[in-house]
């Protein structure tokens, strides 16, 4: 079976033709202890030395330079965790981390994709970009003369790639009967190992290919090209959402309803909300709900003119952890009209600073100090539902919440002109005060 060319130097990683049917790992064969023993590795209970339980596992993978396994869906603990022990076995012995995953059989043998990691050395040449751009381009020029159909074998998805990365960092995919890319990014890393600055000169003239590779490339040589008929897609641009879209269907609908969720607010389900017209979203929500805050979040900032969000990012945590229930402290509450969301107010915990005079923008420095208060981060209404006092009504359910009258909600400038006249309004009179 054609499989990765042997390296140079054995003491590195030492391929063979039959590498990879001799050394694949088994997940079974693996003890369920062995994800323990990576758990306590990874936070350096234990010496890398110190791991008899998968004793046998890591003298295959020190026989093929690598830990190879086979590619499964679903995500399976003791491969993670023999990757995890591998690499930190690696980063003690100062050498770089490859793992091989060994796939489902195609028309050009089994998929394949290699995974590299040499983070854990010391830089070994003087250019280390200088050698990523020269493996990029090398893995380029080979991927360009590899047939279209042992690409679609590589990466059966579209949104999957052959390669990506760097000398330092990276993976890249093949198939038995094609591992040129393979033998070009071992014989890099070899190159880098070794010090060798020459990294653009390692090629893979000389790697097996299976003659359904070369058959496959007669046949796309063979056949008449495709000539584009048809005139390329002319671009627009929104002048209310600031979005560029182009002619194609596709394109129009993702815009259609980007403008409709932007000015009207975002569809939600029928059982989103109680009835009240509000809910109250923290990070301990379903991940689905947490979305509906970051979304509305992003639309909060692409008008305030920043990059950042607000809202904390959308994850499943634990219920019952009170240090992380401690730590995530932001509150959202969202305003809810004929089955869309159409309000946002951010508020956390905060020292009060001072108080701003919004007549004078004169602001006056708090010397007591140590008041903690209820902060109002940022507040956003959708365009088509502004003036109809969705914001007040979001800042007294944050107050009535929290027990504090609503005047005493703290504020955070710069503000803009309508952010500046609905803090004073809050405020009745009163200078605002800031957190």
């Given at each position: 079976m054609p499989g990765i060319p042997m390296v140079d130097d054995s003491a590195l990683m030492r391929w063979s033709p039959d590498v990879v049917d001799a050394h694949i790992i088994d997940p079974d064969a693996l003890p369920p202890e062995i994800t323990v023993l990576a758990r306590r590795l990874r936070f350096h209970?234990?010496?890398?030395?110190?791991?008899?339980?998968?004793?046998?596992?890591?003298?295959?993978?020190?026989?093929?330079?690598?830990?190879?396994?086979?590619?499964?869906?679903?995500?399976?603990?003791?491969?993670?965790?023999?990757?995890?022990?591998?690499?930190?076995?690696?980063?003690?012995?100062?050498?770089?981390?490859?793992?091989?995953?060994?796939?489902?059989?195609?028309?050009?043998?089994?998929?394949?994709?290699?995974?590299?990691?040499?983070?854990?050395?010391?830089?070994?040449?003087?250019?280390?970009?200088?050698?990523?751009?020269?493996?990029?381009?090398?893995?380029?020029?080979?991927?360009?003369?590899?047939?279209r159909a042992v690409v679609s074998a590589m990466c059966p998805r579209r949104d999957q790639t052959t390669f990506s990365g760097g000398i330092k960092v990276g993976h890249v995919k093949a198939t038995e009967g094609y591992v040129a890319p393979i033998v070009i990014v071992l014989r890099a890393v070899h190159a880098y190992v070794a010090g060798d600055t020459a990294i653009g000169a390692v090629d893979a003239s000389d790697a097996p290919e299976w003659p359904s590779v070369a058959e496959a490339r007669t046949q796309e040589a063979s056949r008449p090209r495709r000539v584009r008929t048809q005139a390329p897609p002319r671009w627009n641009r929104c002048d209310v959402c600031d979005q560029d879209w182009s002619d194609a269907v596709g394109d129009r609908r993702?815009?259609?309803?980007?403008?409709?969720?932007?000015?009207?607010?975002?569809?939600?389900?029928?059982?989103?909300?109680?009835?009240?017209?509000?809910?109250?979203?923290?990070?301990?929500?379903?991940?689905?709900?947490?979305?509906?805050?970051?979304?509305?979040?992003?639309?909060?900032?692409?008008?305030?003119?920043?990059?950042?969000?607000?809202?904390?990012?959308?994850?499943?945590?634990?219920?019952?952890?009170?240090?992380?229930?401690?730590?995530?402290?932001t509150t959202c509450v969202v305003a809810l009209r004929e089955g869309r969301a159409v309000g946002l107010l951010v508020s956390s915990q905060r020292e009060r600073t001072g108080w701003l005079d919004p007549t004078t923008m004169a602001s006056t420095k708090d010397e007591t100090g140590g008041y903690i208060g209820r902060h109002i981060d940022g507040v956003y209404v959708a365009p088509a539902h502004r003036r109809a006092g969705i914001a007040v009504q979001l800042a007294c359910h944050v107050a009535d919440t929290y027990a504090v009258a609503v005047h005493d909600l703290l504020h955070n400038p710069p503000f803009s002109d309508a952010g500046l006249a609905w803090a004073a309004t809050l405020c009745a009179g009163r200078p605002l005060p800031l957190g």
């Open positions: 209970d234990v010496a890398p030395g110190d791991t008899g339980i998968a004793g046998d596992a890591l003298a295959r993978c020190r026989a093929a330079g690598g830990v190879i396994i086979p590619a499964v869906r679903a995500r399976n603990g003791r491969l993670q965790a023999l990757r995890s022990l591998w690499y930190g076995v690696c980063q003690h012995e100062q050498r770089p981390c490859i793992v091989l995953h060994v796939g489902p059989v195609t028309p050009f043998g089994r998929r394949l994709a290699l995974e590299w990691d040499c983070d854990a050395l010391e830089e070994r040449c003087r250019d280390t970009h200088a050698a990523s751009e020269a493996l990029f381009d090398a893995i380029h020029t080979i991927t360009g003369h590899c047939p993702r815009h259609a309803r980007y403008h409709d969720e932007l000015l009207n607010g975002l569809p939600v389900p029928p059982d989103f909300t109680d009835g009240s017209g509000l809910r109250v979203i923290t990070p301990f929500d379903r991940v689905a709900v947490q979305k509906v805050a970051t979304r509305l979040g992003v639309f909060m900032q692409r008008e305030n003119g920043y990059d950042s969000n607000l809202v904390p990012p959308a994850m499943r945590r634990a219920r019952h952890d009170d240090d992380e229930r401690a730590r995530y402290d």
